[in-house]
T-cell receptor
Framework: DGGITQSPKYLFRKEGQNVTLSCEQN?????MYWYRQDPGQGLRLIYY???????QKGDIAEGYSVSREKKESFPLTVTSAQKNPTAFYLC??????????FGPGTRLTVL | SQKIEQNSEALNIQEGKTATLTCNYT??????LQWYRQDPGRGPVFLLL?????KEKRKERLKVTFDTTLKQSLFHITASQPADSATYLC???????????FGGGTRLMVKP
């Protein structure tokens, strides 16, 4: 089955630590996205990538970094500069740049 | 700035009735509007897309309307079932970029 996998499902971070969230897709999609979702709120775009080795900042990129070395992979690093990282993180991809397919999400908690 | 409003209060309805969810937007001229379903702790799932030149779209028990004058979309689920209970998100996009702007979602509870 084709789809998007995210790991880990739950992640705990101590203050001052960098952590990396994994996102892999086997859908052969060009564009990939990272969103953050806080309780009761909509999705906010962190970063997106339309092609390998290229990515753009979204609305809330500060404190985050990404890479896109392979078409299948789009990892997100939450750095210590992100002061309020506790949230639900969603990775998505799209082949037609309209409808998006989402992964199962990673819930990050700062201890 | 762009703003998308969905009713933040949960919508409670009885099984078999029609659920109607609202999505209003301001400061935006979307080329299309999408509706997604999200279950607790899971990623959203695409349901329907409607373009700016379309008034209505249907898919099985789902119907979406799009009024660009009122800047509003209505999402209907007919003959609702408890399995329809979830949070429903609307999202707007335009042809100038590849990004979607999401509303905060409305939680639907269908009681048997």
């Amino acid at each position: 089955d084709g789809g998007i996998t995210q790991s880990p499902k739950y992640l705990f971070r101590k203050e001052g630590q960098n952590v990396t969230l994994s996102c892999e897709q086997n859908l052969n999609h060009d564009a990939m996205y990272w969103y953050r979702q806080d309780p009761g709120q909509g999705l906010r775009l962190i970063y997106y990538s339309q092609i390998v080795n290229d990515f753009q900042k979204g609305d809330i990129a500060e404190g985050y970094s990404v890479s896109r070395e392979k078409k299948e992979s789009f990892p997100l690093t939450v750095t210590s500069a992100q002061k309020n990282p506790t949230a639900f993180y969603l990775c998505a991809s799209t082949i037609d740049r309209v409808r998006q397919v989402f992964g199962p999400g990673t819930r990050l908690t700062v201890l | 700035s762009q703003k998308i409003e969905q009713n933040s209060e949960a919508l409670n309805i009885q099984e078999g009735k029609t659920a109607t969810l609202t999505c209003n937007y301001t400061n935006y001229s979307p080329a299309y509007l999408q509706w997604y379903r999200q279950d607790p702790g899971r990623g959203p799932v695409f349901l329907l897309l409607i373009r700016e030149n379309e008034k209505e779209k249907r898919k099985e028990r789902l119907k979406v309307t799009f009024d660009t004058t009122l800047k509003q979309s209505l999402f209907h689920i007919t003959a609702s079932q408890p399995a329809d209970s979830a949070t429903y998100l609307c999202a707007l996009g335009n042809n100038a970029g590849n990004m979607l702007t999401f509303g905060g979602g409305t939680r639907l509870m269908v009681k048997p």
